[in-house]
């Protein structure tokens, strides 16, 4: 996480940036829909973030050792340990 707030700056600076400016590389595409201009940078970095947090979190519910988590691994644990009322 530290890494990720350290390069997220300068990413945003130096690449999403001045791709979402007036003349930029996609401020015909998706700056129709975000809008250009100043603060698009790290709008779009949160975007793309999100879209990916989302793909992630599905491509996790469909892996089958989570998916049948809980047939795996048992609600209660014993160790054969009577318990004293």
Known sequence: MPVAYLIAGPLTD???TPLLNENGALAESVGKVIGVGPGRGIGLLLILLGITTILM???AYFHPRLL???VEIPDVLTDNVTAKA
């Open 68 to 70: 049948n988590v809980d």
């Open 57 to 59: 979190t599905f491509r």
């Open 14 to 16: 130096k690449v999403f």
